[in-house]
C-alpha cells in the first residue's frame, strides 16, 4: 500500500458514497478549508453575512448531495475540485437569487448589490476571487503545518524556543535577530541557526504532509506544491 492510499481524498474518491471513514474524512477537509471558500466568497462581492451564509450552504449541499461523487479519481486534487465545485454553487445561487428578486425575496446580495456604498471597501485591492482562494488555500496550508510544529514542540518541552523561532521559520532572520535572540535564550549563535534549520526542515515535511491529504499521488502532490509556492510568492511580493 502506497502512502496516498490512506490520505483523506484518496479515501473519500475510492469510497465515492456515504462509507463511514469517507465521509469523516471528507468533512475534516471541508472544515480545514473552509477559509479559502469564503475568502472567494466575500471577493465575489458579498457582504461578510451573506458570505458567511453562501459558505454554510455551500459546504453543507457539498456534502450532503455529494459533490466528491462528480471527481475524476485519476486527477482528483481537492483545491481544484473544491474550486470548481464552488463557481457552479455560485452560478446557481446567483440564478436562485435573480429568481427570488423576481417573485419578491431576496435572500443573498448580488454582485451589483454588493458594489453599493461601504462594500466597495471589500474589493479595493482588485485581488481576483481564484487569487484570494489561492492566497488563502496556502495560509490554510501553513497554519495547519505550524500549528502541528507547535504541538510538536509543546510535546518535547521546547515550547519557549518554538515561541521564540517561529518567526523565523518562513523569512530568514537577520544577523541582529539571530545575536538578540540568543542572548535570549543563553544559547550559542550556531545552536540557534541549527535549531531554525531543524524546525524549517520538520515545517516543510509537514506543509507536505498537509497537502497529501488532499491529493492521490505523488505527481498531484508536486503539482499542489508548485501552486502553494507560486500563492505564496504573490502574497509576499
Not at 482528483?76 to 446567483?94: E, N, P, Q
Not at 515550547?159 to 543563553?186: C, G, M, N, V, W
Request: hydrophobic letters at 40%; a neutral charge; charged letters at 30%.
Amino acid at each position: 500500500m502506497s502512502r496516498f492510499d490512506t490520505t483523506r481524498w484518496s479515501i473519500v474518491l475510492r469510497a465515492r458514497g456515504e462509507a463511514g471513514e469517507a465521509r469523516v474524512a471528507l468533512q475534516a477537509l471541508c472544515m480545514r478549508y473552509r477559509p479559502p471558500v469564503l475568502a472567494y466568497i466575500r471577493r465575489r462581492g458579498y457582504g461578510a453575512e451573506s458570505a458567511e451564509d453562501l459558505t454554510q450552504t455551500f459546504f453543507t449541499r457539498f456534502l450532503e448531495q455529494a459533490y466528491h461523487a462528480a471527481a475524476d479519481p485519476a486527477r482528483g486534487r481537492f483545491r481544484a475540485f473544491l474550486l470548481t465545485a464552488l463557481k457552479r454553487f455560485l452560478i446557481d445561487s446567483d440564478e436562485e437569487n435573480r429568481a427570488q428578486k423576481r417573485g419578491g425575496h431576496v435572500q443573498f446580495k448580488s454582485l451589483d448589490d454588493a458594489l453599493s456604498g461601504t462594500s466597495l471597501e471589500r474589493i479595493a485591492d482588485h485581488q481576483s476571487p481564484e487569487t484570494a482562494f489561492e492566497r488563502d488555500w496556502a495560509a490554510t496550508v501553513l497554519e495547519a503545518a505550524m500549528s502541528r510544529l507547535r504541538t510538536e514542540a509543546d510535546e518535547a518541552g521546547k515550547q519557549q524556543l518554538f515561541d521564540h523561532l517561529s518567526q523565523f521559520l518562513l523569512e530568514r532572520p537577520d544577523d541582529a535577530d539571530y545575536e538578540r535572540i540568543a542572548d535570549t535564550l543563553k544559547l550559542r549563535r550556531n545552536t540557534l541557526a541549527v535549531a531554525v534549520h531543524r524546525l524549517r526542515q520538520r515545517l516543510r515535511e509537514l506543509v507536505r504532509d498537509e497537502l497529501a491529504q488532499t491529493t492521490s499521488d505523488r505527481s498531484e502532490l508536486e503539482s499542489e506544491l508548485r501552486q502553494l509556492r507560486t500563492a505564496l510568492s504573490t502574497v509576499m511580493a
